[in-house]
């Protein structure tokens, strides 16, 4: 049989040693900071942001909703804000569906251009 096929014979080396544990690791370590600063930090930034906009909220803010209504917040409860959008149209939407705070007056002058173009 050792005719054809050549007898294989241990060598006495053994395996090679890997290359360095940490220096493998470092083409995860670079993706995950990468992943941490254009992805991770911002989102964190953004919802602590916006937790600070929702507790702040006082009675006579003008919001906007995530869903684009726009309105006067008239009544505060702990989980709701009741909105009045507009000749006496009042709204309950949660809090955290507010979107942003508008400034003062952004209501009125929406509601006084809406009646001069009719």
Do not use: C
């Not at 507790?55 to 009544?75: F, H, N, P, Q, R």
């Not at 702990?78 to 009045?84: Q, R």
């Not at 507010?98 to 209501?107: D, E, F, H, N, Q």
């Amino acid at each position: 049989m050792s005719l054809f096929i050549s007898d294989a014979l241990a060598q006495g080396n053994g395996a090679p040693p890997p290359d360095g544990g940490l220096l493998g690791l470092l083409p995860l370590l670079i993706i995950f900071i990468i992943f941490y600063f254009l992805l991770i930090r911002p989102q964190v930034k953004r919802a602590k942001e916006h937790k600070k906009m929702v507790e702040s909220l006082t009675v006579g803010d003008e919001v906007v909703s995530t869903g684009g209504l726009v309105g006067k917040v008239v009544a505060m409860d702990e989980g709701f804000l009741t909105l009045d959008v507009g000749n006496g149209i009042q709204l309950v939407v949660q809090r955290n569906a507010v979107a942003a705070v508008v400034p003062k007056g952004t209501l009125k002058a929406a509601l006084s251009g809406k009646s001069q173009e009719d």
